[in-house]
């Protein structure tokens, strides 16, 4: 099993920045694909980042793209989320996910395929 503990949230003006990080323990030395996913009130959670087991394949979706950047770091075991222009629509609890993968699988993008999830962390984006 892999624990997960995202930190670096907060309150951040709109056009403003914020890095999040994730910090994975447990049985780290196998290989997990992860991404970062955001729940608004009332509205299903959503991916904003994916990033292969190795780094070097990333995915965003259409909304982030361009302003926000995923990256990990294996030899430290986390992850970390750069968002930059974030917007008051944006303010949701943002949740760290991993799964294991294989070096060679596809990144995926909804919530379901991911098998260990963190507490979240609360994003808010004021006007």
């Known amino acids: 099993q892999v624990q997960l503990v995202e930190s670096g949230g907060g309150l951040v003006q709109a056009g403003g920045s914020l890095r999040l990080s994730c910090a994975a323990s447990g049985r780290t030395n196998r290989g997990y694909a992860m991404g970062w996913f955001r729940q608004a009130p009332e509205r299903e959670r959503e991916i904003v980042a994916a990033i292969s087991r190795s780094g070097g394949t990333t995915y965003y979706p259409g909304t982030v793209k361009g302003r926000f950047t995923i990256s990990r770091d294996n030899a430290k075991n986390t992850m970390y989320l750069q968002m930059e222009s974030l917007k008051p629509e944006e303010t949701a609890v943002y949740y760290c996910?991993?799964?294991?993968?294989?070096?060679?699988?596809?990144?995926?993008?909804?919530?379901?395929?991911?098998?260990?999830w963190g507490q979240g962390t609360q994003v808010t984006v004021s006007s």
């Open positions: 996910a991993a799964r294991e993968s294989g070096y060679f699988d596809a990144l995926r993008s909804t919530a379901h395929e991911y098998d260990y």
